[in-house]
């Protein structure tokens, strides 16, 4: 069974640095990768997504995240974040062949300090 | 503006009382899921439809119903059964289920249910 593992519960981090929020997945053959953002009291909004070619995928809000099959791993980075990003951040994994459903990890909660 | 729309964005529901979330979707989606939010669990499957008048049982279904009577919505209903059914609810839809070619889930802005 897939399943997708976020290390991190809480990151804080100052405005205008850098980001990365890990994302650790579990699937035999290559997975379809998802970072979401929810706000709180929110719904959750597509970040990126990854499912073939490139491996560096590109997404709104200056977001990025690289597949590293290797290390089965999809971190998001921002090189400087702004405090609107603060925010929950999950990340999902789909399969192929007759999957039907993503698997969310925890999420990871970011802070940002003036 | 295309979108999903839940409705009502909080409930209290007593004790031992049925309670229905609704969730309709103007994308013309054929897939349609239920999550259960809890803080530090992530989001969790409840039920999910691929196609109207069938649907499919995720991870935590007891408790829960649901029905797929039309394209665009996709109510759920909290039983009396369900032990511990404070939580935030999401709705998402998708054109297509997920092992397509990745298609992303599309959210709605929740409820919030509290028993009382």
């Known amino acids: 069974a897939q399943s997708v593992t976020q290390p991190d519960i809480h990151i804080t981090v100052s405005e205008g640095a850098s980001l990365e929020l890990r994302c650790n997945y579990s699937y035999g053959a290559t997975p379809y990768l998802f970072w979401y953002v929810q706000s709180p009291g929110q719904g959750l909004q597509l970040l990126l997504k990854?499912?073939?070619?490139?491996?560096l995928v590109q997404g709104i809000k200056g977001f990025e995240a690289e597949f590293k099959r290797s290390q089965s791993s999809f971190n998001l980075r921002k090189p400087s974040v702004h405090w609107s990003d603060a925010a929950e951040y999950f990340c999902a994994v789909g399969a192929d062949f007759g999957n039907e459903k993503l698997t969310f990890g925890t999420g990871t909660r970011l802070t940002i300090i003036p | 503006d295309g979108g999903i729309t839940q409705s009502p964005k909080y409930l209290f529901r007593k004790e031992g009382q049925n309670v229905t979330l609704s969730c309709e979707q103007n994308l013309n989606h054929d897939a349609m899921y239920w999550y259960r939010q809890d803080p530090g669990q992530g989001l969790r499957l409840i039920y999910y439809s691929q196609i109207v008048n069938d649907f499919q049982k995720g991870d935590i279904a007891e408790g829960y119903s649901v029905s797929r009577e039309k394209k665009e919505s996709f109510p759920l209903t909290v039983t009396s059964a369900q032990k511990n059914p404070t939580a935030f609810y999401l709705c998402?839809?998708?054109?297509?289920?997920?092992?397509?070619?990745?298609?992303?889930?599309?959210f709605g802005q929740g409820t919030r249910l509290t028993v009382v």
């Open positions: 990854y499912f073939s070619g490139d491996t």
């Open positions: 998402a839809s998708s054109i297509a289920p997920p092992d397509v070619f990745g298609t992303e889930a599309f």
